[in-house]
């Protein structure tokens, strides 16, 4: 079992950023990649950035150039950084782990694929 507490959102202006952050607990080492995601108003839940265990990241066209993803491992903690911010970035970001990483021990812990979500954090850009 992992679990995800996010903070950091908030209202601000047009132009503007702010700083997500999400703390993992419980089977982190068993972690492969952590993710933000987001869902706006009658939306689908969209993939805003991921960054994988072996240090791969990516980013959806959207916040390319605006939006930054960084892991600090040894706090078990995943960021987001968002500048540059637009109306259309309003939405719940949610912070997801998947388990498990390419490890013995952790395939045999969790045979298959696991998410794991955290609560989610409203961000919300005034035009």
């Known amino acids: 079992q992992v679990q995800l507490v996010e903070s950091g959102g908030g209202l601000v202006q047009t132009g503007g950023s702010l700083r997500l952050s999400c703390a993992a607990s419980?089977?982190?080492?068993?972690?492969?990649?952590m993710a933000w995601y987001r869902q706006a108003p009658g939306t689908e839940r969209e993939l805003v950035a991921r960054h994988s265990s072996e240090g791969v990241i990516g980013y959806a066209d959207s916040v390319k150039g605006r939006f930054t993803i960084s892991r600090d491992s040894a706090k078990n903690t995943v960021y987001l950084q968002m500048n540059s911010l637009k109306p259309e970035d309003t939405a719940v970001y949610y912070c997801n782990a998947d388990l498990p990483r390419s490890d013995y021990f952790c395939q045999a812990q969790f045979p298959g694929r696991y998410d794991y979500w955290g609560q989610g954090t409203r961000v919300t850009v005034s035009s």
């Open positions: 419980g089977d982190t080492d068993c972690i492969s990649g």
